[in-house]
Every structure is written in structure tokens, then in C-alpha cells.
Nanobody
Framework: QVQLVESGGGLVQPGGSLRLSCAAS????????MAWYRQAPGKQRELVAS???????NYKDSVKGRFTISRDNAKNTVDLHMNSLKPEDTAVYYC????????????WGKGTLVTVSS
């Protein structure tokens, strides 16, 4: 059994920053990719950023230069540092474990809401 627990969401003004954290537990040794996805109201879930066990990263174009993903393999955690937030970043953000970058695995956290608004 795999558990993913996200934290760190909230309300922030445009231009502000937030850090999301995800802690993974259970049978996770076989998973190579830790990733963040998001889903805005009325839209499909989309990949925001991912990182392989070896440190290779992948970012959605619209967040490049603003968001940074980091991972602690010893602690089984993955963070998403979000800067220069925009209203269009408003969404529920989900942590995910997978095998291949860009392909979500079956395990998801419950999500954490990020609202960017003045």
C-alpha cells in the first residue's frame, strides 16, 4: 500500500510564493518518478513538474522559471517551490508516484488547494 500526503496549499496574492510538500510512505521503492499534477475547475489534470530518482526534471512550459521541484530520496519527500504565482495557477495540486516521466502512476494524494487571488 502506498500513501501520499500533500501539504502547504493556501491562499496567496498574485506574485506571491508557496511551497507544497508531499510525503510518501509504503511500498514505494520501485517508483522512479515523483511528480506534481494540478487540476483547475473544469479542466483536465495536468503535469506541473516531475523528478526522477536520479534528479532529471520535467516542467510544464508555463511554470518554467517560476516553479522548482525538489526531492529527498532518503526521506521520500517531494516539494514544489512556487514563485511569481499567477491567478491561472489556481488549482488543486496532487502528488503522484510513477515509473516514467510524463506518465502518471496509479497512486495519488488527496490534493491540496492553491488559490492565487487578490
Amino acid at each position: 500500500q502506498v500513501q501520499l500526503v500533500e501539504s502547504g496549499g493556501g491562499l496567496v496574492q498574485p506574485g506571491g510564493s508557496l511551497r507544497l510538500s508531499c510525503a510518501a510512505s509504503g511500498s514505494i521503492l520501485s517508483f522512479n518518478v515523483m511528480a506534481w499534477y494540478r487540476q483547475a475547475p473544469g479542466k483536465q489534470r495536468e503535469l506541473v513538474a516531475s523528478m526522477t530518482y536520479g534528479g532529471n526534471t520535467n516542467y510544464k512550459d508555463s511554470v518554467k522559471g517560476r516553479f522548482t521541484i525538489s526531492r529527498d530520496n532518503a526521506k521520500n519527500t517531494v516539494d514544489l517551490h512556487m514563485n511569481s504565482l499567477k491567478p491561472e495557477d489556481t488549482a488543486v495540486y496532487y502528488c503522484n508516484l510513477g515509473y516514467v516521466s510524463g506518465v502518471p502512476g496509479i497512486y495519488w494524494g488527496k490534493g491540496t488547494l492553491v488559490t492565487v487571488s487578490s
